[in-house]
């Protein structure tokens, strides 16, 4: 994996705190490259250093969708959740 450097305005590191916004500046990318489908949610856990459920429930709850179902696939899901 590679490093990446980001300009951050003085206002948000005094806000947030160094660490604590590497780590969410961290997710909040994996975060918004899983929701573009440029990630799996597997490789954007690692991305975080977490574990995939870990960041599935971290994913769902800033509000992201955690599974792209269609029609079919739902009632799919659902038919095996209620059998």
């Given at each position: ?17 160094g ?33 995939r ?31």
């Amino acid at each position: 994996m590679k490093t990446l450097s980001v300009n951050v305005p003085d206002a948000l590191l005094l806000q947030t705190g160094g660490d604590d916004l590497a780590r969410q500046s961290q997710f909040f990318l994996a975060l918004k490259f899983f929701e573009l489908g440029r990630l799996t949610s597997s490789q954007a856990a690692e991305m975080c250093e977490m574990n995939r459920v870990d960041f599935l429930a971290a994913a769902s709850r800033e509000g992201a969708p955690v599974a792209d179902l269609n029609e079919e696939e739902l009632a799919r899901e659902i038919g095996n959740a209620t059998s």
